[in-house]
């Protein structure tokens, strides 16, 4: 118990990031499960307490929303990078 790090501490240093970053373009790739890893590029639209929500440009015109949450960011689920210097915006180490 001793070496957990509280996760509401990382997941607040997410949501209070993420909040800075609203209306901004960011890069979200996301693992599917079965080796399905989806790389989207889009408009940080909204940030709520427990989710943020990326819009992103489909075919025709057309956008979608997706919601991610920041436990998936926490873990590495979900992975977001910058636009311009493709660097990742949150790198959380992760030992064993």
């Known amino acids: 118990m001793e070496n957990e790090i509280p996760p509401v501490n990382r997941v607040d240093e997410i949501h209070e990031k993420l909040s800075a970053l609203q209306g901004q373009k960011v890069k979200v790739k996301a693992n599917m499960g079965r080796s399905r890893v989806v790389e989207?590029?889009?408009v940080l639209v909204q940030v709520h307490p427990s989710?943020?929500?990326v819009e992103v440009g489909e075919r025709r015109g057309r956008t979608a929303r997706q919601s991610y949450q920041y436990v998936d960011v926490l873990t590495g689920t979900v992975e977001l990078f910058d636009i311009e210097s493709g660097e990742r915006l949150f790198d959380f180490a992760f030992e064993e």
């Open 51 to 53: 989710l943020f929500i």
């Open 40 to 42: 989207r590029t889009g």
